[in-house]
């Protein structure tokens, strides 16, 4: 993840609030120029961003561009669909990205992912 210290000085995000290990932002969908509500925190040994809209959850594009402006370009992060028993829902219209910060994510062989 980029370095917290960064993260209220990229261009086109506002910087809601900022603590010790996370912050909140707001910045303008790619996709319709709506507002996008970003939560990011690297505690516990994960970086973690959240992604929400009011009217719906947000796209590829969109998650394609908070993960570009938050986690460095090398780095792979994931959304996760854990099983139904762990599903906890605050939101209705948010989703996550994850990254374990002492490990590497395994993918795929890149033939599978083109």
Excluded at 91 to 111: K, Y
Aim: glycine share 6%.
């Amino acid at each position: 993840m980029k370095p917290i210290w960064s993260w209220p000085h990229m261009p086109g995000v506002y910087t809601l609030a900022i603590g010790d290990d996370g912050g909140s932002f707001a910045l303008r969908s790619p996709t319709d120029r709506k507002p996008l509500k970003v939560i990011a925190s690297n505690g516990d040994g994960w970086d973690h961003v959240s992604v929400s809209r009011d009217d719906r959850c947000p796209d590829w594009a969109e998650m394609e561009h908070v993960k570009r402006l938050f986690f460095q370009d090398w780095e792979a992060a994931m959304q996760l669909h854990v099983a139904v028993a762990n599903h906890i829902s605050l939101h209705p219209h948010c989703l996550h990205m994850w990254r374990p910060q002492t490990e590497l994510i395994p993918l795929p062989p890149s033939i599978m992912v083109a």
